[in-house]
């Protein structure tokens, strides 16, 4: 059980890429590029509300030397005062106004670029090829979705203006504060080697304890995600106790990451504070020292404490701010990662034409090997005329799959082409390969809906009444108007309202609204029982009337439907002919018909 929670920690662990870095740099100019313009006008209101914050202590000042008659030698001129007064109020209401333009802006702004964001990473995920999702969890992909872009939006929200803020205001007091009083400004600038040498420490560590943070909650939405989409497994082989030992292990990995990231703010915030109040200490003595002795004025020193209160309060809120930044940062250099990860059946740059596909396939010197170097398929030449039913047999891990999804270019080959009607699937256009062919699992895969609209999926567009015509073709519709609402029955969670018979004929009513010229029926029939199976086996006929069909299947009552069987072995042809051909000549497909027979009595 150890071994198991230490084989999840280090499989699902994600370190980042050297270039992680730079790709995320880039994915976000290119996110905030369309918006250069609000983005410019951002920047002057972050500068105008700054510079509105700066004018209070200096009004005080002002208001101090010029107006209090024992400061200014007996002079008793209201009119200072008020002038004051009105400057401070009006300093407060463009403070007031150019923060609440800000905010209003920066959020249309923040909502845009996390939409584009989002849209990018959904659309990206899609077009990725089956083998990317084979070996991307899906837990990582919500994790993507949701987590990272939470923390993305956290910093979008206001965590970013508040960190620019703060810069500005450093950078103002510490101009204003030479501006003031140069000697009694150096003074309060001797702290700020300690200040860049602390900022330098917290900001390294940080950055690594804010990435462990993220690679941790990372694997905990992995495994709830898993955990629970296999919860019949789990449950049925009772992996309860172990998935808790799991769980616990990467929660706990999570809090003492949190925890780390939590003690570092714990140092770093209280040591700002420490430094800022021995800061101030140190001005209130010596300013007080140049008043008494007449090189400073009261007002001058009441100023230079409010600028010092707007000096260090910043750099401690830096530290919250940084944490949600560097958060932030390790989500965009793992979004930066998923979208530069390349397409390995990518769209070619010019599609050569499929208009009207018959469904003639070829392979030529086809060889192919996935990402772990295993051959699956060493050499392959093979024709299929089209309108013609191939049925592939062979033992588990023979190719029977693999030569599907080549047709179907969920995987293109290492080496040799798979040619539609003469031409390389790699030049046929996405829209117009998925129009032609069409695989059909036995996962039977629906979505929630309707029965309707997961008939409709098979053709974008189609009508009610081509919907209810590919299921009566099919004998579906028997079922589906028994049905409490008919078509219009939600058939819940991947279909969990209907049958395994029902959603492999509601598949098939897909695949027949669709049309394709080329039909990949992979396993389709293999979790049905006999009465469904019977009535799939109806369908099947009309189904594969007319077009190119690959059958992929072990229980041979559906392979005796097909006008070809292909008898693979090692991903080469072993067997080819007829069943009726096969069966007699008693080679490899005449003893796995042996046995199937066998296996009804």
Same mark, same amino acid.
């Given at each position: 059980?150890?071994?198991?929670?230490?084989?999840?920690?280090?499989?699902a662990?994600?370190?980042?890429?050297?270039?992680?870095r730079?790709?995320?740099?880039?994915?976000?100019?290119?996110?905030?590029?369309?918006?250069?313009?609000?983005?410019?006008?951002?920047?002057?209101l972050?500068?105008?509300?700054?510079?509105?914050?700066?004018?209070?202590?200096?009004?005080?000042?002002?208001?101090?030397?010029?107006?209090?008659?024992?400061?200014?030698?007996?002079?008793?001129?209201?009119?200072?005062?008020?002038?004051?007064?009105?400057?401070?109020?009006?300093?407060?209401?463009?403070?007031?106004?150019?923060?609440?333009?800000?905010?209003?802006?920066?959020?249309?702004?923040?909502?845009?670029?996390?939409?584009?964001?989002?849209?990018?990473?959904?659309r990206?995920?899609?077009?990725?090829?089956?083998?990317?999702?084979?070996?991307?969890?899906?837990?990582?992909?919500?994790?993507?979705?949701?987590?990272?872009?939470?923390?993305?939006?956290?910093?979008?929200?206001g965590?970013?203006?508040?960190?620019?803020?703060?810069?500005?205001?450093?950078?103002?007091?510490?101009?204003?504060?030479?501006?003031?009083?140069?000697?009694?400004?150096?003074?309060?600038?001797?702290?700020?080697?300690?200040?860049?040498?602390?900022?330098?420490?917290?900001?390294?560590?940080?950055?690594?304890?804010?990435?462990?943070?993220?690679?941790?909650?990372?694997?905990?939405?992995?495994?709830?995600?898993?955990?629970?989409?296999?919860?019949? %497994?789990?449950? $049925?082989?009772? +992996?309860?106790?172990?998935?808790?030992?799991? @769980?616990?292990? =990467?929660?706990?990995? /999570? !809090?003492?990451?949190?925890?780390?990231?939590?003690?570092?703010?714990?140092?770093?915030?209280?040591?700002?504070?420490?430094?800022?109040?021995?800061?101030?200490?140190?001005?209130?003595?010596?300013?007080?020292?140049?008043?008494?002795?007449?090189?400073?004025?009261?007002?001058?020193?009441?100023?230079?404490?409010?600028?010092?209160?707007?000096?260090?309060?910043?750099?401690?809120?830096?530290?919250?701010?940084?944490?949600?930044?560097?958060?932030?940062?390790?989500?965009?250099?793992?979004?930066?990662?998923?979208?530069?990860?390349?397409?390995?059946?990518?769209?070619? %740059?010019?599609? $050569?034409?499929? +208009?009207?596909?018959?469904?003639?396939?070829? @392979?030529?010197? =086809?060889?192919?090997? /996935? !990402?772990?170097?295993?051959?699956?398929?060493?050499?392959?030449?093979?024709?299929?005329?089209?309108?013609?039913?191939?049925?592939?047999?062979?033992?588990?891990?023979?190719?029977?799959?693999?030569?599907?999804?080549?047709?179907?270019?969920?995987?293109?080959?290492?080496?040799?082409?798979?040619?539609?009607?003469?031409?390389?699937?790699?030049?046929?256009?996405?829209?117009?390969?998925?129009?032609?062919?069409?695989?059909?699992?036995?996962?039977?895969?629906?979505?929630s809906?309707?029965?309707?609209?997961?008939?409709?999926?098979?053709?974008?567009?189609?009508?009610?009444?081509?919907?209810?015509?590919?299921?009566?073709?099919?004998?579906?519709d028997? @079922?589906?108007?028994?049905?409490?609402?008919g078509?219009?029955?939600?058939?819940?969670?991947?279909?969990?309202?209907?049958?395994a018979?029902?959603?492999?004929?509601?598949?098939?009513?897909?695949?027949?609204?669709?049309?394709?010229?080329?039909?990949?029926?992979?396993?389709?029939?293999?979790?049905?029982?006999?009465?469904?199976?019977?009535?799939?086996q109806?369908?099947?006929?009309?189904?594969?009337?007319s077009?190119?069909?690959?059958?992929?299947?072990?229980?041979l009552?559906?392979?005796?439907?097909?006008?070809?069987?292909l008898?693979?072995?090692?991903?080469?042809?072993?067997?080819?002919?007829?069943?009726?051909?096969?069966?007699?000549?008693?080679?490899?497909?005449?003893?796995?018909?042996?046995?199937?027979?066998?296996?009804?009595?």
């Amino acid at each position: 059980m150890a071994v198991d929670v230490q084989r999840w920690r280090g499989t699902a662990t994600e370190e980042p890429d050297p270039t992680a870095r730079v790709a995320s740099r880039r994915l976000l100019g290119s996110l905030l590029r369309p918006y250069k313009r609000q983005i410019a006008v951002l920047v002057a209101l972050l500068l105008a509300q700054n510079f509105a914050g700066m004018a209070g202590p200096y009004l005080v000042k002002l208001g101090i030397d010029r107006g209090i008659p024992p400061l200014t030698g007996g002079r008793d001129d209201p009119t200072v005062l008020v002038t004051v007064a009105v400057a401070f109020a009006g300093a407060t209401a463009a403070e007031f106004l150019t923060r609440r333009w800000y905010l209003a802006l920066s959020g249309r702004v923040g909502n845009a670029v996390l939409l584009d964001l989002r849209t990018r990473v959904y659309r990206h995920f899609q077009r990725l090829s089956i083998g990317f999702h084979e070996r991307f969890t899906s837990g990582r992909v919500i994790a993507r979705l949701t987590s990272d872009v939470d923390n993305i939006s956290e910093l979008a929200d206001g965590a970013l203006d508040d960190l620019v803020l703060a810069g500005l205001s450093v950078l103002s007091v510490a101009g204003i504060l030479l501006w003031l009083d140069p000697p009694l400004a150096l003074v309060t600038l001797a702290s700020f080697p300690f200040l860049l040498w602390l900022s330098r420490w917290f900001q390294r560590a940080s950055a690594r304890a804010y990435r462990r943070t993220r690679e941790t909650i990372a694997l905990v939405i992995i495994h709830f995600v898993e955990s629970l989409g296999g919860i019949r %497994a789990v449950q $049925a082989f009772r +992996r309860e106790r172990r998935n808790d030992e799991i @769980f616990g292990a =990467v929660n706990d990995d /999570y !809090r003492r990451a949190s925890l780390t990231a939590q003690r570092l703010v714990a140092t770093y915030s209280p040591a700002i504070k420490v430094i800022g109040n021995v800061s101030i200490a140190i001005v209130l003595t010596y300013g007080g020292w140049r008043v008494l002795h007449g090189h400073a004025e009261v007002g001058v020193l009441a100023a230079f404490l409010l600028y010092l209160r707007r000096f260090y309060e910043p750099i401690q809120e830096l530290a919250q701010f940084y944490n949600t930044l560097q958060s932030a940062t390790a989500a965009l250099e793992k979004l930066a990662a998923v979208l530069d990860e390349p397409c390995s059946v990518p769209e070619p %740059a010019s599609p $050569a034409p499929l +208009r009207h596909p018959v469904g003639a396939l070829t @392979f030529d010197r =086809v060889s192919f090997a /996935y !990402r772990s170097g295993t051959v699956v398929i060493p050499s392959l030449d093979l024709h299929v005329p089209a309108g013609q039913t191939i049925a592939l047999v062979g033992a588990t891990g023979a190719g029977k799959s693999t030569v599907a999804k080549l047709v179907a270019r969920f995987y293109d080959p290492t080496s040799g082409e798979v040619r539609l009607d003469g031409v390389d699937l790699r030049s046929v256009a996405e829209d117009d390969l998925r129009r032609a062919v069409v695989m059909v699992t036995q996962e039977n895969y629906l979505f929630s809906g309707t029965v309707a609209s997961n008939i409709g999926f098979g053709r974008p567009g189609a009508s009610r009444v081509e919907i209810e015509a590919a299921a009566a073709a099919i004998g579906a519709d028997e @079922f589906i108007r028994g049905l409490p609402d008919g078509y219009d029955t939600d058939v819940r969670k991947r279909g969990g309202r209907l049958s395994a018979g029902q959603r492999q004929l509601v598949a098939f009513a897909r695949a027949f609204l669709a049309d394709p010229a080329v039909l990949i029926l992979d396993e389709a029939t293999s979790s049905l029982d006999i009465p469904s199976e019977r009535l799939v086996q109806e369908a099947l006929r009309t189904i594969l009337a007319s077009r190119t069909a690959l059958v992929i299947a072990h229980r041979l009552s559906t392979v005796e439907i097909a006008d070809r069987v292909l008898v693979l072995s090692g991903g080469r042809i072993v067997e080819d002919g007829p069943p009726a051909s096969l069966i007699r000549g008693g080679g490899h497909y005449a003893e796995l018909h042996t046995q199937w027979r066998d296996s009804l009595l």
